[in-house]
């Protein structure tokens, strides 16, 4: 069965930081790109990041880009979003899916619209 499951989130003040985790099990995850999504309350969701299979090329949207930081670790089982510098705007349910092997802004908008199999995801607000 595949599964990515997240964790890491929590609650958090202005320009803090936090780091997010992407487990994933069921799938060879290390060949594909894992990208984080985020949905905040009453807005839809939007890509965050984006990471490719080897790890070499990374995405990021305009809103978290120089703040937020995606890896995988050596086995490619498990995806991370580090991130710094955080604001009140952060605040927002997280997920994380796989995109099929390359990262861009058209491809994570594409999976925004195409996938309905999102999982629990982890919650983060950043408040004062």
């Known amino acids: 069965q595949v599964q990515l499951v997240e964790s890491g989130g929590d609650l958090v003040h202005p320009g803090g930081s936090l780091r997010l985790s992407c487990t994933t099990s069921?799938?060879?995850?290390?060949?594909?790109?894992i990208a984080w999504f985020r949905q905040a309350p009453g807005k839809e969701r939007e890509g965050v990041s984006c990471i490719t299979p080897n790890g070499q090329n990374t995405f990021y949207s305009v809103a978290v880009q120089g703040r937020f930081t995606t890896s995988r670790d050596n086995f490619g089982n498990t995806v991370y979003l580090q991130m710094n510098s955080l604001r009140p705007e952060d605040t927002a349910d997280y997920h994380c899916h796989s995109v099929g092997t390359e990262c861009s802004e058209t491809i994570l908008r594409g999976a925004v619209l195409a996938f309905n199999d999102w999982g629990q995801g982890t919650q983060v607000t950043v408040s004062s």
């Open positions: 069921g799938f060879p995850s290390k060949y594909f790109a």
